[in-house]
């Protein structure tokens, strides 16, 4: 509030400018419908993110035939929860076990398992991870946090056709109890991309 | 492309950092469906920004810059509109350097390798588009998924013709892309039929 006593917004970045011209000239030729941008964003800040591929991994991990299942046709397993649609329909899932780790990058630009795991995060999509990844990647692991013993092998999966991929972590030790929903907020997004293990 | 320094790493971020980066990515659905653009056109319309602005604006800018490009390319709105509704200068990607594809040839239904082949990526430097990832070019893997048959992208991108062929999964050694002696590391690409050949 200033001393004039009316809210004055910050002024607009350049990039916002940028936004707001091109919004409105759309509008005005009656292609961003009303309601359009906030049932688009709705959609990805709500509906759709890691939550759902925390799902999916803790029902591997409490049913082996849905496992099996999952490893063998990946789209219709995860179809199976109710889980599809854009970025999604074509899914390979990587399991990881104490010998072998799996990592997911986009070297291109940002491909991604949207029905999944939401819309990436802004590290998956800026350069140093996609050029690391695949020239360095049990570095960059190691500099992310995820430090592999140095004899596990490591399998990195570019995103560069139509496939998008998820990793299935490995369960931790010490969770026998649980039920299928507790071991669902266990899972993380990072162990779905397999920059960590849980 | 490398020589890049930490990735800037956070377990926890939302989908969006600004509200402005929502409405451009709501603006490129918005784009992409007026003027039918192909996966394969949206993204060479990104490819296609200025390298120094690619290289130091965010995500979101790219997808702006993208909307807008197309949005002028097809005739939605005019460069200048844009610059006086933005109160300056307005960015867009540079022109499309490869020639329209005309005859996108037959397509290719029955995948020609199967798990187990070794295959090599063609050598080459298209003017356009491509899914074909620089660091795989002239190097040799062995295919360890095919994955059914899908629209080529470098074709897509460049006019209206279309020609659908299978698609690989290859398994590199990272030694073998690298030269650096790494040990334990495979890293695969996805690719299509028309990117390999025989060793």
């Known amino acids: 509030m200033s001393v004039d006593g009316h809210h004055h917004p910050a002024p607009m970045s350049p990039v916002e400018q940028r936004v707001a011209a091109l919004q409105a000239l759309l509008i005005e030729r009656g292609l961003v419908p009303e309601g359009f941008i906030e049932e688009i964003t709705h959609r990805y800040e709500s509906e759709i993110g890691p939550m759902n591929g925390a799902k999916v991994v803790a029902r591997a991990w409490v049913d082996p035939g849905y496992k099996q299942r999952l490893l063998a046709e990946g789209t219709a397993a995860i179809a199976e929860l109710g889980l599809g649609g854009a970025e999604g329909d074509h899914m390979v899932v990587v399991e990881n076990t104490p010998a072998v780790h799996n990592v997911i990058v986009c070297t291109l630009c940002s491909c991604y398992p949207w029905p999944v795991l939401g819309l990436p995060p802004a590290w998956y999509k800026d350069a140093p991870y996609r050029a690391r990844m695949v020239r360095e990647p049990r570095t960059l692991l190691a500099e992310m946090g995820c430090q592999l013993p140095g004899d596990t092998e490591i399998r990195v999966w570019d995103s560069s056709a139509e496939v998008r991929y998820l990793v299935l972590p490995e369960r931790p030790p010490g969770t026998e109890g649980m039920t299928e929903a507790e071991l669902a907020g266990l899972v993380t997004r990072d162990s779905m991309i397999g920059v960590a293990r849980l | ?199």
Not at chain 2, 96 to 101: F, K, Y
Not at chain 2, 170 to 182: E, I, S, Y
């Open chain 2, 1 to 199: 492309m490398q020589g890049f320094g930490a990735v800037g790493h956070s377990p926890a971020e939302p989908a969006f950092h600004d509200r402005w980066e929502a409405v451009a990515r709501a603006l490129v659905v918005a784009v992409s469906s007026a003027v039918e653009a192909s996966g394969g056109e949206f993204r060479h319309s990104i490819e296609r920004m200025e390298p120094g602005h690619y290289l130091t604006s965010s995500y979101y800018e790219h997808w702006l810059t993208a909307a807008a490009t197309l949005a002028v390319e097809h005739g939605l709105v005019t460069r200048s509109e844009l610059e006086v509704r933005a109160g300056g200068r307005f960015p867009l990607s540079g022109p499309v350097l490869a020639p329209p594809v005309a005859d996108a040839g037959p397509d290719i239904d029955e995948p020609r390798f199967g798990p187990g082949d070794r295959v090599r990526v063609r050598d080459w430097h298209p003017p356009g588009h491509t899914r074909c990832p620089r660091y795989v070019r002239g190097k040799t893997g062995v295919v360890v998924r095919v994955d059914g048959v899908h629209s080529v992208p470098d074709v897509e991108a460049h006019g209206a013709a279309r020609r659908r062929e299978p698609t690989y999964s290859v398994k590199f050694d990272a030694a073998d892309l690298w030269g650096d002696g790494q040990r334990g590391v495979s890293v695969h690409a996805d690719l299509w039929d028309s990117y390999l050949e025989r060793p």
